[in-house]
């Protein structure tokens, strides 16, 4: 059985000594003959120079070390350069299997073919390597690397040839192919930056004028979380669908319909019943209890343990999550601009932070208000504009039903199957439910609001919201794909993940449109700001109301309380910026965001559902129903991601053609593939296979399961006179019947103790006369 593995490793040197030389001449030369000389050189490395062609080549070799699946780096000193084979596309510093240059190489090398041998440092696990013949394990193990910096030269096939500093220094535009083939650069235009820093400014402006505003307020930590409660439906509507739609959907959605195909967009279906569930089960409850965090509840509920365990749920969901969602508009930002991605996060964290820091919720609300607005419409603008360029939506749907993408009812009952109808409402129905009912961002915004029936009315529109904004960006991923329906921009390289897509259409638009950048990445941005924000906000509460404040022997005044929350902002977003770094490690936004967030989002909804709906469920049921949800759930999702990094797990995607490309971006296309013989033929454990969809769902239903069976085990929950508030409408009709029940019950037995000892009072009366 043969695997695909793309292959990436790094290489080390120092400046004008070993490998690499960053002016791109050749450092050492040494021409005293035309053999081929090797040394081993640190942990495996292999140096060779040779002669080829009259041009003096310098290959680097890098031995494999037994973990080049996962990324090889040669240990050394001086600067990192990045090399790509097989699957990774051809960017700046990097040069690829199927490169001119490369191919001279090989060619012009005295490498031979032997027959493959196994791998001697992967113990029992057999691996060889083929292709159309077998290269030598040398050579496939092996990255080539040259002097040359760059590929400029290798349309003519030539090795070694020097590239000029001035094009060597320049950093390289994002580009995309014209109608002749060649390529056009795309830039960030003076009105884009207009239109992207204008969005910037007024977040920050509204951030100022909030702290100004409510600067006497004498109820600052009210103010601060839940905008003193008297706030209107517009803002808060706003809020929570910018919260909602993070630049995780803007960018991975898309990116979903033109490699998977459009089963996805069914998620739609389940948001609807999300909505209804929301504000007829749990709502009510927070709202008749009067609090600012949802995890006050399960204090009220159950005790200080189980509050303190749902409110590090919580943070460790959204420091997982708020990373992916700064990474996001930093690739967008990075593609069109070619400015460092992690330059990048670190603005929008800054940002991000001051005007959250500053205003408290009002500032978040307004901003996302704001930010929702540009998201919609730069979602509506690539929508219509794409469609305009592909020839109007009957192409659009006829180029991806040719290809099979057009699919809605896969009935499939199979959970390992990662798309089906019911993975994608079912799954999601429990995602978002954990996301939107529970969830402290999303609570903290109902409960800004000054009654039950306008946050209901806040829910209702927000459904409506976040079903045309989901729909529009499952729309763009079928414009995409039928834009670039024969010429496949990820197997010609001209992007290297398929997240890439949205940014790389955008700029293939510009020439006609000015403006259109600067409004897609200020959508993108406004989407990952409002929800960072959001999250920010969130987790300050959260940490001030359930960890600081039952701590303190003193009570802080409502500034101090204030001031607390805001350095934990300042805090938290600098854990966040820091986490980005490991975020990027990672492969498809849509799947690593809801296996990541599926970690704590099952256990929470578990522990709050077990609480509402079962009076008979104890506190020890809930602290141990949440912790082996929890932990079950990551085992899980780590696995998961790790079988699909090592390429154990692969997921069978849509067709995609090259045929319409040029003939200089054929030669670039993935033709050269490493292919892994194994002799590992058992499938990953059965549960590495589930869909990501199910995560939720399984953490729900086993902390709901293990805490009903630690309850009956430690004896149940006795519940007090006028506890009703503490469970969901739903059961308040069984609870009133219970309590009828048990009442007439009582009564029963106390007719039935009367009646005893009426009768041994007349059989002591009896005998006494006798």
Excluded at 207 to 235: C, H, T, W
Excluded at 355 to 369: C, E, H, I, Q, S
Excluded at 672 to 698: C, D, G, Q
Excluded at 718 to 741: C, F, M, N, Q, W
Aim: hydrophobic share 45%; glycine share 8%.
């Amino acid at each position: 059985m043969c695997r695909e593995w793309p292959i990436a490793a790094r290489t080390r040197g120092r400046r004008g000594k070993t490998e690499i030389d960053r002016e791109g001449k050749h450092a050492g030369r040494r021409r005293e003959n035309n053999d081929t000389r090797e040394k081993v050189n640190g942990i495996g490395r292999v140096n060779r120079e040779q002669r080829a062609d009259g041009n003096f080549v310098k290959c680097v070799a890098v031995s494999w070390l037994g973990r080049v699946l996962g990324g090889t780096r040669a240990r050394g000193r001086g600067r990192e350069e990045e090399v790509s084979i097989g699957n990774g596309g051809s960017g700046v510093g990097t040069i690829t299997m199927e490169s001119p240059i490369i191919q001279s190489c090989l060619r012009a090398g005295p490498f031979k073919r032997p027959a493959p041998r196994p791998f001697p440092d992967l113990e029992a696990k057999q691996r060889s390597f083929s292709s159309a013949t077998c290269f030598s394990l040398d050579l496939v193990r092996s990255l080539l690397r040259f002097a040359s910096r760059r590929e400029s030269s290798s349309d003519t096939g030539e090795i070694g040839a020097e590239t000029p500093r001035s094009t060597r220094k320049k950093r390289k535009e994002p580009a995309a192919m014209d109608g002749s083939g060649g390529s056009t650069q795309r830039s960030f235009d003076t009105i884009d930056c207009v239109v992207f820093a204008g969005m910037l400014a007024i977040s920050v402006i509204i951030g100022v004028y909030q702290a100004y505003k409510s600067r006497k307020n004498e109820d600052a930590v009210r103010e601060y979380l839940v905008g003193g409660q008297n706030m209107s439906i517009f803002p808060i509507t706003m809020s929570l669908i910018a919260s909602y739609i993070s630049g995780i959907t803007i960018l991975g959605v898309p990116a979903e319909m033109y490699v998977y195909g459009t089963q996805h967009w069914c998620v739609v279906i389940a948001d609807l019943f999300v909505s209804l569930t929301m504000t007829m089960v749990y709502l009510p409850v927070f709202y008749g209890l009067g609090i600012t965090s949802s995890y006050e509840y399960l204090n009220l509920r159950f005790n200080g343990a189980v509050r303190l365990m749902g409110s590090v749920m919580f943070l460790i969901k959204m420091l997982l999550y708020i990373p992916l969602v700064i990474y996001v508009p930093a690739v967008a930002f990075n593609q069109v601009t070619g400015i460092n991605l992690h330059a990048i996060a670190v603005l929008v964290c800054v940002v991000c932070i001051f005007y959250t820091t500053l205003g408290g919720l009002k500032a978040v609300v307004w901003t996302d208000a704001i930010q929702t607005i540009v998201m919609f419409g730069g979602v509506i603008a690539i929508a219509i504009i794409g469609t305009h360029q592909v020839g109007g939506f009957e192409q659009v749907w006829r180029r991806n039903r040719d290809t099979d993408r057009i699919e809605f009812f896969d009935m499939d009952f199979d959970p390992t199957t990662r798309h089906t109808f019911w993975t994608v409402v079912v799954g999601n129905y429990f995602n978002w439910l954990a996301s939107c009912s529970v969830n402290q961002s999303m609570v903290q915004r109902c409960l800004a609001m000054s009654n039950l029936k306008r946050a209901n009315a806040t829910i209702t529109i927000m459904t409506i919201g976040i079903i045309i904004i989901v729909s529009l960006s499952c729309y763009t991923g079928i414009v995409i794909f039928a834009a670039f329906y024969d010429c496949d921009p990820i197997r010609t390289k001209r992007i290297k993940k398929s997240d890439q897509l949205l940014p790389f259409f955008v700029m293939e638009m510009t020439e006609s449109i000015p403006g259109l950048p600067g409004l897609f990445v200020a959508g993108v941005f406004s989407a990952a700001l409002s929800t960072m924000s959001t999250g920010l906000n969130s987790m300050s509460g959260v940490i001030y109301e359930d960890m600081i404040k039952p701590w303190m022997r003193i009570s802080l005044s409502e500034v101090a309380a204030s001031r607390v929350m805001k350095l934990t902002v300042l805090l938290i977003g600098i854990v966040c910026v820091t986490l980005v770094y490991l975020v990027e490690k990672l492969s498809g936004l849509i799947q690593a965001a809801r296996s990541l967030s599926g970690i704590t989002a099952g256990p929470l909804l578990g522990v709050f559902t077990l609480g509402m709906f079962f009076p008979l469920a104890n506190s020890a049921g809930a602290l141990v129903g949440g912790f082996v949800s929890l932990n079950l759930v990551a085992w899980i999702s780590f696995g998961t991601q790790a079988a699909i990094s090592s390429g154990k797990i692969r997921f069978p995607t849509k067709p995609v053609s090259i045929d319409g490309c040029p003939e200089s971006l054929k030669s670039q296309a993935t033709n050269f593939t490493v292919v892994v013989e194994t002799a590992i033929k058992e499938p990953p454990f059965f549960l590495y296979r589930m869909s990501y969809l199910w995560y939720t769902w399984l953490g729900c239903l086993t902390a709901i399961l293990v805490g009903l069976l630690v309850s009956w085990i430690t004896g149940p929950n006795k519940r007090t006179p006028g506890d009703e508030k503490l469970y969901t409408p739903v059961i308040h009709g069984l609870l009133r019947d219970s309590v009828a029940i048990a009442a007439k019950r009582q009564q029963e037995g106390a007719v039935t103790e009367l009646e005893k000892m009426d009768g041994s009072c007349r059989a002591t009366a009896a005998s006494s006369r006798i």
